[in-house]
Nanobody, 115 residues
Framework: QVQLVESGGGLVQPGGSLRLSCVAS????????MSWYRQTPGKERELVAD????????NYADSVKGRFTISRDNGKNTVYLQMNSLKPEDTAVYYC????????WGKGTLVTVSS
């Protein structure tokens, strides 16, 4: 079955960096667009970034453009989110997502940006 396992979250000071990883299994990873979403309490889940199956097309939310970079390694079935210049408002649970017939989500990894 489809599994998405995120890692790399944690506590970081404002201005710092983190790299999130999502390892996928249960489907042909290289055929599918992958996405990162985030959610804070009381708010809807929002799209942070997505990447086409070959990695040639990437889209970002305006709030993270120029600071975050999404990438993928199809040989490792892994999608990454490099987050630089982190701000307190980036604090959220970050989720990996794929549409494979239906929506699949990972369990999420918590990113806390605080001094």
């Amino acid at each position: 079955q489809v599994q998405l396992v995120e890692s790399g979250g944690g506590l970081v000071q404002p201005g710092g960096s983190l790299r999130l990883s999502c390892v996928a299994s249960g489907f042909r990873f290289s055929d599918h667009r992958m996405s990162w979403y985030r959610q804070t309490p009381g708010k809807e889940r929002e799209l942070v970034a997505d990447i086409s199956s070959t990695g040639t097309v990437r889209n970002y939310a305006d709030s993270v453009k120029g600071r975050f970079t999404i990438s993928r390694d199809n040989g490792k079935n892994t999608v990454y989110l490099q987050m630089n210049s982190l701000k307190p408002e980036d604090t959220a649970v970050y989720y990996c997502y794929v549409l494979y017939g239906i929506n699949y989500w990972g369990k999420g990894t918590l990113v806390t940006v605080s001094s």
